[in-house]
């Protein structure tokens, strides 16, 4: 845990795996007086490629921002790495799209207000005005676009509203509408979504029936990245419940109530705490 | 828990459900001298079917078995049930079909050494020589049926085996060979196989290097009975591990070890417990 | 699960144990025509005592209640037994104690709002007027009483309005006030309590400090009725989460926070469910 | 995952936490040639402490051990931190002491025989003769050393034979004898203890009992490292298991048997793989 007062910087970055390279980004760091606070790193063999984290404290770097950023880039032009560097006094610009169901939303919110999360949620997105009083209550723009008659029309509706508002992240708390590919091709903003089973188990509709029918003795469910294949972008974090031939099927989607939520939450506050590395089909979750 | 010194009868029956099932069941047990000291049920609403388990206390039942056994039948047709009457002085009979990972054999010949399963393990079949000293070691009879060559005559030297041996439990401990259909329908006894993967996800081959590959977080291991479908067949019981990044392959492979021993074990304790009732795709499992 | 549009009523009885207890009690439903839809029971051997929990339809019997339970109870004094009879139909009565944490409060409010729970939530007790608006915003009454001058006074106060509401169930959602023996010895009402560690570890004062300081790799939580010793009561409900050393003392509180709220809602619905017989420090708890 | 085939060095360290700590010891490897693989940090911030592991292939490392020993030497008194290397062709030397029960035995030796630990268990110790045959089927020398006469000439025959192997790890595989204060002091070894119960709740003897007459709704085992207070070294890891009212004191046993094998086993395959620094009362276990 991170003391809110200071200021910090932390690095996401991911290249070929190389001898040295934990030194010379950590001897890069301490150099220009960073304070490294967190550094956890992970090679991954078959790949043969390295992920990185790195936390410091910026109290003694001299460097501004923009400085900082030029000098970095010729390191990681050395190993032709992907990086990026985040700050913490600026969050993750947030949107949530949601259906009718409010438990997703709720708890994000929630969360999010008692500084569990590190986001501003900009703006709510619905195709149902149902949820329009709870996202009054925490004083977030609600904005209605139904999808049903004109759905190209409505998702550039969503995607002006996104870039309007400078949001990076888009959160689907239990959204009933797949996003079309063009959509998602297009979206410049991480997406991610919360499905009701324990992925690859019961991918597409329903799958509490899915699940009741064929009998499972436990339940489960999928935080994800969306990527243009439904229900197969890669995976931020799963959960699972017990339940019993005593469960009826609303008890299922009872029990997956709390799942979905804790999951969609956890998912949410690593991406939000620059925790994630999607690689592929798969995510690095330094947790 | 019951006193092992007390013999016990255990009643599982099935029938459409009805008014007066648990009164008029628990009635003719009491009026014939049982003491019921466990009496589970359920009634699967969707199918309008009912399910009990019944143990009773058998020392001032005044009918022998078969005249027990006589009467109850008259009450069983009247609600068209389906039932079996167990007797805690007859074990099971079971057989164990292994290849060459011991974790399973070996997890269920010691629990049944110290009593926590309740079996006569008859014999051991392998179509590899590798487990034989382990076989030898808790001095059960080991029979290596190679099947590379003939399947059909293979399966027809261990049926005759099972046959000879009044084997009514067939337990599959990570045996590598998929039972052909015909010998499935043949078979007069129950099977039950333990699969290395968290079903209805990884159906098939290599079930961990599949889970490596989609990046799940989460792997499980599923226990059920086999029937002609492949991995399809009603689970008894499932169990999971949490998962990361950090974890290889062979990670996975070594969690998952555990996963499968005690999951298979369990489902082994609920069925020679006759705790289990099949019901189409799904199992009651009174616990 | 149970449908709603049924009156079902609901028995929970416990004596010393004996031959014919099921066979009786479920008897006499039926030849009262009552359908019998669950029937669960425990026999403690330690303590020789009996404990069942029996629901039935009541549609086609044909004595009221009064009647019916005028009948039942010659047969419960045959058997020396402690019994009550609910109605569907007829919901606890409860009040809610809070102090300044929202998380425990919101839960239960939510959920039963949704229909989760099976409460009429009469009003809400605090000794802070901080969750005031989150009464309001579910319409429960919310009454302010401080304790910090004089406690017997304010719990005379508290009395007198349990009883004016006719509160059975009294649900202390993280009220950080302990009640007075003499208080818990008046009070006609079942006390459900939060602790916020898995007790009987870490009683007392700033467990989770406790936790952080003992080193422990898992925390919990643990719901259980109060009664004149604190923190004593019998357990309803308990729960869990993995830590490490990454945690500080503010993660566990925000990892308990989550456990809180799950594991004193669990405990409610038992309760309000009539599932939970507690018997000396335990409980039964028919799930 | 580290292949085997290459040799890998592991540093261990703990110290003062100050700034350029990650950067100069991933430096001073990358310097002489050491390929990081992995590296692990943790800062305790009430106690201003720094702990790292590292993980390095040795392979273009020009230094001998000695002398990279001694190079390291000077940059640690520079932060007055304490260390330890380990070199993977170095096994860890172990001794296991065990009473009557087989199952963490059985566990320990099965896992270091397929390789999943890395030990070489010289030698058992037993105060009972009955699991000899077990020591046997393994190989391990098996040692009978009474204690019920002369306690402290016990455990001087223990030490001997411990100091003769060479032995740097003690696991006590639910060894019933508390060792003397004296003993514990004197022991130049890590010892590593499996209690039966989730440390602190159920300290002393009998802790099943005390569970079971508590009423818990889930129990535990906790393995530690042994310091001169019973019960209260430092924990390396626990687990949990759900109980209800339906489980037996003998339920317990056998539900807490399948937990202190697989904590035992999880502890001491962190020691072994040098993932553990003991820090006052508690533990930094780098997964």
Known sequence: ??????????????????KGLVAQISQFIFQRGGNILNLDEHVEKEENMFF???????????????????EFTQLAEKFSADYK???????????????????????ILWLNSIGELEADIKLIVSNHPDLEPLAAQYKIPFHLIPVSQNKREAEAAELKLLIENEVDTVI?????????????????????????????????ANPYRQAYEKGVKIIGATSHYVTADLDEGPIIEQG?????????????????????????????????????????????VFE
Chains 1, 2, 3, 4 share one sequence.
Request: charged letters at 30%.
């Open 1 to 18: 845990m991170i003391e809110k007062t200071q200021l910090i910087a932390t690095l996401l970055l991911s290249c070929a795996d190389r």
């Open 52 to 70: 990185t984290r790195v936390e410091w404290d910026t109290e003694e770097v001299k460097l501004n921002r923009h400085e900082f950023e030029l």
């Open 240 to 284: 699972v419940a017990r339940i019993s031939h005593k469960d009826s099927l609303k008890d299922l989607i009872s029990k997956g109530r709390e799942l979905e939520r804790s999951v969609l939450a956890k998912a949410v506050k690593y991406h939000l705490a620059n925790r994630v590395l999607p690689f592929g089909k798969k995510t690095i």
């Open 85 to 107: 560097i985040f700050y913490s006094d600026k969050k993750h610009q947030a949107a949530i799209f949601v259906s009718k169901y409010e438990h997703c939303l709720q708890e």
């Open 172 to 204: 689907l708390a239990r959204y009933m509408q797949v996003l079309s590919d063009e959509c998602e091709r297009e979206f410049p903003f991480k997406i991610i979504n919360i499905h009701h089973s324990f992925l690859p188990a019961f991918i597409g």
